[in-house]
RNA sequence: GCGCCCGUAGCUCAACUGGAUAGAGCAUCGCCCUUCUAAGGCGAGGGUUACAGGUUCGAGUCCUGUCGGGCGCACCA
């Protein structure tokens, strides 16, 4: 329907061109809007208004030559002029309805929009560093991407999701080495833990099972690891962070590289194990997990870094190779080798997005939490001096969820092993509850997360009101067949012009928005707008079942009506299968 | 100090991307279960959209400045 409005406005506007009302070089946008207000109608559009000043009129009166020129419609009931200058279209109720057959027909496809045109996208989210169980922080990343990939798949985007694995570094050592000294401990030496080493539970579960597998093998005296490591924090002139690469460093000679391999290769599995375990438990689940080791053994980041350095993007500083970024509008060059002859992260990531397009996607888009928003300009930076287009990387970002608790702020920290976990969270509120949470907000939008109410109020959280509208049309469905009746949708569908109430209209206009709805929200990355969409769906839903009794004794309404609901729960189910919701038909 | 994000009802958040009288939920106060699930419905109160200018037919939305909050500004990842 709006796009047919806009069809015929478009040609309306030519019309002008041609009566020399407004100039024939006069770019026009056209733009029709559903009304927000029914007393304006279903559809409105501000032409008028848009085209007064190069027309050289009054909008009110273009907008009366606007109105002269529209074709008569059999669905268009009226149309009006009002306020400044809209013009307002009135949709025939009985036509509204024919969106039910479609919906019935099309089933869970119903809402799909082309709006991708099949573009592929590949979307990198989550990508937590393997050095500890998820925590509710990323949470937010999750249920956020997650959503994002149903979307953009919905509405026909070739979508791919991928998890980089930051499975390289000094931070890997540190965890590799935490989880060795925990496994010394096991075995009966004493020693004071690094503060910088990783305090979390899970090291020491990591680590009985190092000694399981490899008993007394990799132990080593205390006084041997620790003999003339770089004193820790707290003591006279110490440095936690010298410390534990003084610890690394002892590590990795005392137990040799292959057996120091194979503590790493532990710790790095058990953890990605329950990574992916935790998120595919969440509803969150990854086409691709990509190995930031691997880019390094296979060359990739060689290569890159050779690319740029025939380009002449790369200095040697201080014994530092840097790259040239604030050629293009960084605010500093950045290392890509330290002087200890270590690549750094950001050399990886040249290489890795380079890959990305490589690899053939159109767009490639990250989502990072809000404290990585510095980092966009090296990385767009290195895609132009890899001579790609920087346009193709979209970074959205998210903002982080400010957790309280007992009206306390609650910090975080994978290092201290103080942090509420995404596993935690999904066990005090539910998985449905939390994916809604997080979703239900803009993504740039800061927000706070109140765990005692989120726990406390578990039953207010409006996804319950969402499932409810769900469910409540399954026990209709059930409670059909209890009163003696057998649903007849090919009399419903034949004799939805039974349907006249305010409240039926308003259930087909707002299913009849849906799959715009779909191509606008994928459009503009933001799948909250289904969530906003789902709740008002249920709104309608819920006031016609209190208005209205649905299974009545004539056959032809009893039937239309049920075809109405069927309906409703059927984008129901799609939209709660976008945001990651189950549909239940009980509660 | 510089940069990015944000500021909307008592609280948590929307506002179709510049449209008409800024909307929901929670909380507060009234009603509605002998009828398909009351985890629901109907109604009331609650706003100078942080503040001050500007742009235009029209601003919560765009531009400038001020104030307030979050986050960055590594040879960490």
């Given at each position: 329907m709006k796009t047919k409005l806009n069809q015929i406005l478009i040609e309306v506007a030519d019309q002008l061109k041609q009566q020399g009302v407004i100039p024939a070089d006069q770019d026009v946008k056209v733009q029709v809007d559903p009304t927000r207000d029914k007393a304006h109608g279903d559809f409105a559009t501000n032409l008028a208004m848009t085209l007064a000043k190069p027309a050289g009129l009054p909008p009110r009166e273009l907008a009366a030559k606007i109105i002269a020129l529209l074709p008569a419609q059999s669905v268009i009931t009226k149309v009006e002029m009002a306020g400044p200058g809209f013009i307002n279209f009135f949709v025939d109720d009985q036509a509204k309805f024919a969106v039910v057959q479609q919906v019935l027909q099309q089933k869970n496809q119903f809402g799909q929009n082309g709006a991708g045109q099949g573009r592929s996208v590949l979307v990198e989210y989550v990508?937590?560093?393997?050095?500890g169980p998820l925590h509710v922080g990323h949470g937010r990343g999750a249920a956020y991407g997650a959503s994002l990939v149903n979307l953009l798949g919905f509405a026909g985007f070739d979508v791919t999701a991928e998890y980089y694995v930051n499975d390289a570094g000094r931070q890997m050592d540190i965890l590799a080495t935490s989880v060795w000294l925990r496994y010394l401990e096991i075995c009966g030496e004493q020693f004071p833990f690094p503060s910088n080493g990783y305090k979390g539970d899970y090291i020491y579960a990591i680590a009985r099972q190092l000694f399981d597998q490899h008993g007394d093998a990799l132990r080593k005296p205390a006084f041997e690891v620790f003999a003339g490591a770089f004193p820790d924090e707290g003591?006279?002139?110490?440095d936690k962070e010298k410390h534990i690469d003084a610890l690394i460093e002892r590590a990795k000679a005392l137990l040799g590289g292959v057996d120091f391999e194979q503590v790493f290769s532990l710790a790095i599995k058990d953890i990605l194990t329950d990574i992916e375990e935790d998120l595919s438990e969440f509803g969150v689940k990854f086409n691709n997990w990509f190995s930031e080791r691997s880019l390094m053994h296979t060359g990739v980041v060689d290569a890159a870094l050779e690319k740029l350095q025939q380009a002449d993007k790369i200095y040697e500083k201080n014994g530092a190779l840097w790259f040239r970024s604030t050629e293009y509008g960084d605010e500093k060059d950045r290392v890509?080798?330290?002087?200890?002859g270590l690549k750094t992260y950001f050399a990886s990531d040249i290489a890795y997005h380079f890959n990305k397009l490589e690899r053939g996607y159109e767009t490639i888009i990250d989502i990072w939490g809000s404290d990585h928003h510095g980092y966009i300009p090296r990385v767009k930076a290195a895609m132009q001096a890899m001579e790609?287009?920087?346009?193709?990387l979209q970074v959205l970002l998210v903002q982080f969820a400010i957790l309280y608790r007992g009206g306390e702020r609650a910090q975080m920290s994978t290092r201290s092993g103080q942090f509420v976990t995404l596993r935690e969270l999904r066990e005090e509120v539910g998985t449905d509850a939390a994916r809604f949470f997080y979703v239900?907000?803009?993504?740039?939008q800061h927000m706070d997360f109140d765990l005692d109410l989120a726990k406390s109020q578990s039953n207010d959280n409006p996804v319950y009101y969402i499932q409810y509208a769900h469910a409540r049309i399954c026990s209709v469905l059930g409670q059909l067949a209890e009163k003696g009746y057998a649903l007849d949708e090919a009399m419903g569908l034949a004799n939805l012009d039974q349907l006249s109430t305010e409240h039926e209209v308003d259930l087909a206009t707002k299913l009849a928005q849906f799959p715009d709805l779909i191509g606008r929200a994928a459009l503009a990355y933001e799948p909250h707008q289904i969530a906003y969409y789902l709740k008002e769906l249920a709104h309608g839903l819920h006031s016609y079942y209190n208005s209205e009794h649905f299974i009545v004794e004539q056959a032809e309404l009893r039937n239309a009506r049920m075809v109405l609901i069927l309906a409703v729960q059927q984008v129901l189910q799609n939209g709660l299968a976008i945001i990651g919701v189950t549909a239940p038909e009980k509660m």
């Amino acid at each position: 329907m709006k796009t047919k409005l806009n069809q015929i406005l478009i040609e309306v506007a030519d019309q002008l061109k041609q009566q020399g009302v407004i100039p024939a070089d006069q770019d026009v946008k056209v733009q029709v809007d559903p009304t927000r207000d029914k007393a304006h109608g279903d559809f409105a559009t501000n032409l008028a208004m848009t085209l007064a000043k190069p027309a050289g009129l009054p909008p009110r009166e273009l907008a009366a030559k606007i109105i002269a020129l529209l074709p008569a419609q059999s669905v268009i009931t009226k149309v009006e002029m009002a306020g400044p200058g809209f013009i307002n279209f009135f949709v025939d109720d009985q036509a509204k309805f024919a969106v039910v057959q479609q919906v019935l027909q099309q089933k869970n496809q119903f809402g799909q929009n082309g709006a991708g045109q099949g573009r592929s996208v590949l979307v990198e989210y989550v990508s937590a560093n393997p050095t500890g169980p998820l925590h509710v922080g990323h949470g937010r990343g999750a249920a956020y991407g997650a959503s994002l990939v149903n979307l953009l798949g919905f509405a026909g985007f070739d979508v791919t999701a991928e998890y980089y694995v930051n499975d390289a570094g000094r931070q890997m050592d540190i965890l590799a080495t935490s989880v060795w000294l925990r496994y010394l401990e096991i075995c009966g030496e004493q020693f004071p833990f690094p503060s910088n080493g990783y305090k979390g539970d899970y090291i020491y579960a990591i680590a009985r099972q190092l000694f399981d597998q490899h008993g007394d093998a990799l132990r080593k005296p205390a006084f041997e690891v620790f003999a003339g490591a770089f004193p820790d924090e707290g003591q006279d002139g110490g440095d936690k962070e010298k410390h534990i690469d003084a610890l690394i460093e002892r590590a990795k000679a005392l137990l040799g590289g292959v057996d120091f391999e194979q503590v790493f290769s532990l710790a790095i599995k058990d953890i990605l194990t329950d990574i992916e375990e935790d998120l595919s438990e969440f509803g969150v689940k990854f086409n691709n997990w990509f190995s930031e080791r691997s880019l390094m053994h296979t060359g990739v980041v060689d290569a890159a870094l050779e690319k740029l350095q025939q380009a002449d993007k790369i200095y040697e500083k201080n014994g530092a190779l840097w790259f040239r970024s604030t050629e293009y509008g960084d605010e500093k060059d950045r290392v890509v080798v330290r002087d200890n002859g270590l690549k750094t992260y950001f050399a990886s990531d040249i290489a890795y997005h380079f890959n990305k397009l490589e690899r053939g996607y159109e767009t490639i888009i990250d989502i990072w939490g809000s404290d990585h928003h510095g980092y966009i300009p090296r990385v767009k930076a290195a895609m132009q001096a890899m001579e790609t287009n920087p346009d193709a990387l979209q970074v959205l970002l998210v903002q982080f969820a400010i957790l309280y608790r007992g009206g306390e702020r609650a910090q975080m920290s994978t290092r201290s092993g103080q942090f509420v976990t995404l596993r935690e969270l999904r066990e005090e509120v539910g998985t449905d509850a939390a994916r809604f949470f997080y979703v239900a907000r803009k993504s740039e939008q800061h927000m706070d997360f109140d765990l005692d109410l989120a726990k406390s109020q578990s039953n207010d959280n409006p996804v319950y009101y969402i499932q409810y509208a769900h469910a409540r049309i399954c026990s209709v469905l059930g409670q059909l067949a209890e009163k003696g009746y057998a649903l007849d949708e090919a009399m419903g569908l034949a004799n939805l012009d039974q349907l006249s109430t305010e409240h039926e209209v308003d259930l087909a206009t707002k299913l009849a928005q849906f799959p715009d709805l779909i191509g606008r929200a994928a459009l503009a990355y933001e799948p909250h707008q289904i969530a906003y969409y789902l709740k008002e769906l249920a709104h309608g839903l819920h006031s016609y079942y209190n208005s209205e009794h649905f299974i009545v004794e004539q056959a032809e309404l009893r039937n239309a009506r049920m075809v109405l609901i069927l309906a409703v729960q059927q984008v129901l189910q799609n939209g709660l299968a976008i945001i990651g919701v189950t549909a239940p038909e009980k509660m």
